[in-house]
């Protein structure tokens, strides 16, 4: 991860502060414009995004689904198996070679729908461990490239948790569970494509002259989870193999932003059409684990998941293969400074279990968010300096009182000496470290930089990181 130094170039300052706090006056002007959008992307582009988006810096991403049951490789487990284009080499081969070892010939992935059982799945359970993780929102993969949906869709007949399965609406009973125990947001990703739909296939061969994958399938199933659901996030994925206008993503968009029932709530991603990515939509992700080591002028979102492998569970992963905590923690500073949202994935298993080291990293997150999260909820970058230039393992933020700068330190320094150069020359009136709501002492050093003077590390309660409140007179 590069370091940022001090921003210098006064222009893209002042644009970037421009928009956010574009972004952040939206939270009143959404429910008070009544401005129609059109169905073109200068339109929607130029819609606040809501306010309570950027404010809550820190979600649960959820892939759950019939991949969950071989739990081998990924969750693109059919494509790879089955798909024309395989992965190649070894890795490839590894797919057929394990469906060949361990099912009957003639086995189809279908077949994999009963066994998604979710026998042990209590959303109430999952809803408290997302509170106690202190995310404020939470995005469950309602429908991914298999075509599966995890509620009773109309137009997934016979391949629907209700149908197949656990024969339960699991988006439902999550969106009541995480609603009824605490304010986190409830969204939903939501897939464009399915790799063996009979329809886009068709509509493939046809070069994409025809659209009657979207119009018979797509459309309908994503205004089924607007109007039954009212999901405040979509994050819309599968697009990449189709422009905007295939898929009919604008007028979509302009009906969920002028009348669909969350109309001044909702916030979508960047993924409605293969000419869409990093340019439209509501806040960009560009890529998966996307980090640009900047502020950049949209607002972003880096989603990335706990199993460095993989979005789905995988039965034979080894503790090696998830994020330390540190990592995560780190990733989450690293994220917010730079102005993102950090979209943590979890997998859980066939029989609805969210696995041990998923939920004790969450639950980490969660204590140590319970002491630091002032630095990180309803923060903003400081445009001066996100990355301190002495110290690489510094990093800052902006409270919403531009009086007040959070310095939140990832690894403790010797003799409990932390040098700041970012903080050089300000005018201080106090700095207090959350941990042990002291107040530090600090002097300036003569060949330059702010020498602050910690509490003795075994007076904390956290690990990890710890977050300064820098108050400045002015």
């Given at each position: 991860m590069p370091n940022l130094r001090r921003v210098t170039d006064v222009v893209f300052a002042i644009a970037v502060t421009a928009a956010w706090i574009s972004a952040s006056a939206c939270g009143a002007a959404a429910s008070a414009d009544i401005q129609r959008?059109?169905?073109?992307?200068?339109?929607?582009?130029?819609?606040?995004?809501?306010?309570?988006?950027?404010?809550?810096?820190?979600?649960?991403?959820?892939?759950?689904?019939?991949?969950?049951?071989?739990?081998f490789g990924s969750e693109w487990f059919w494509m790879n198996w089955r798909g024309k284009v395989r992965i190649v080499g070894r890795k490839g081969a590894n797919y057929v070679n394990f469906m060949t070892k361990n099912y009957k010939p003639g086995f189809t992935y279908q077949e994999f729908g009963p066994q998604f059982t979710a026998e042990f799945f209590d959303p109430m359970q999952w809803a408290s461990i997302i509170k106690d993780s202190g995310?404020?929102?939470?995005?469950?993969?309602?429908?991914?490239?298999?075509?599966?949906?995890?509620?009773?869709?109309?137009?997934?007949?016979?391949?629907?948790?209700?149908?197949?399965?656990?024969?339960?609406?699991?988006?439902?009973?999550?969106?009541?569970a995480i609603r009824s125990l605490n304010k986190t947001r409830f969204g939903v990703y939501h897939s464009l494509y399915e790799w063996f739909n009979p329809l886009w296939l068709q509509d493939k061969q046809s070069n994409l002259t025809t659209n009657t994958f979207v119009t018979e399938k797509v459309l309908p199933e994503l205004y089924e989870l607007v109007n039954h659901y009212k999901p405040e996030i979509i994050w819309s994925d599968g697009e990449w193999e189709a422009p905007d206008t295939y898929w009919d993503s604008l007028n979509f968009l302009a009906w969920l932003y002028n009348d669909s029932p969350v109309k001044d709530t909702i916030v979508v991603n960047d993924r409605w059409g293969g000419d869409t990515l990093c340019k439209h939509g509501g806040f960009m992700t560009c890529a998966d684990r996307y980090q640009p080591g900047k502020v950049i002028s949209r607002k972003w979102e880096n989603a990335m998941t706990i199993d460095k492998y993989s979005w789905g569970y995988r039965r034979n992963a080894r503790a090696l293969d998830v994020f330390s905590i540190q990592n995560l923690i780190t990733q989450l500073v690293e994220t917010v400074s730079f102005g993102g949202n950090l979209l943590l994935n979890i997998s859980p298993t066939s029989d609805g279990m969210i696995p041990?080291?998923?939920?004790?990293?969450?639950?980490?997150?969660?204590?140590?968010?319970?002491?630091?999260?002032?630095?990180?909820?309803?923060?903003?970058?400081?445009?001066?300096?996100?990355?301190?230039?002495?110290?690489?393992?510094?990093?800052?933020?902006?409270?919403?009182?531009?009086?007040?700068?959070?310095?939140?330190?990832?690894?403790?320094?010797?003799?409990?000496?932390?040098?700041?150069?970012?903080?050089?020359?300000?005018?201080?009136?106090?700095?207090?470290?959350?941990?042990?709501?002291?107040?530090?002492?600090?002097?300036?050093?003569?060949?330059?930089?702010?020498?602050?003077?910690?509490?003795?590390?075994?007076?904390?309660?956290?690990?990890?990181?710890?977050?300064?409140?820098?108050?400045?007179?002015?």
């Open positions: 959008y059109e169905p073109d992307w200068t339109s929607l582009d130029a819609r606040p995004l809501p306010a309570w988006y950027d404010q809550a810096k820190f979600g649960v991403f959820i892939h759950w689904g019939v991949y969950s049951v071989p739990a995310a404020k929102y939470v995005v469950l993969t309602t429908k991914h490239h298999e075509g599966y949906t995890l509620w009773p869709s109309k137009k997934s007949f016979g391949w629907n948790s209700v149908d197949v399965g656990p024969h339960r609406d699991l988006v439902g009973d999550l969106s009541r041990p080291l998923h939920e004790e990293r969450l639950l980490q997150i969660g204590q140590w968010l319970s002491v630091n999260g002032e630095s990180i909820f309803n923060t903003n970058p400081w445009l001066t300096c996100q990355n301190d230039t002495q110290h690489p393992h510094l990093w800052y933020t902006r409270g919403k009182n531009t009086s007040t700068i959070y310095s939140i330190v990832l690894q403790w320094p010797d003799s409990n000496l932390l040098n700041s150069a970012c903080l050089d020359k300000l005018n201080i009136e106090s700095i207090v470290m959350l941990d042990t709501q002291s107040k530090l002492k600090w002097s300036q050093k003569a060949e330059g930089g702010l020498l602050i003077k910690l509490d003795d590390k075994s007076k904390t309660k956290t690990d990890w990181g710890w977050a300064l409140r820098v108050t400045l007179n002015i």
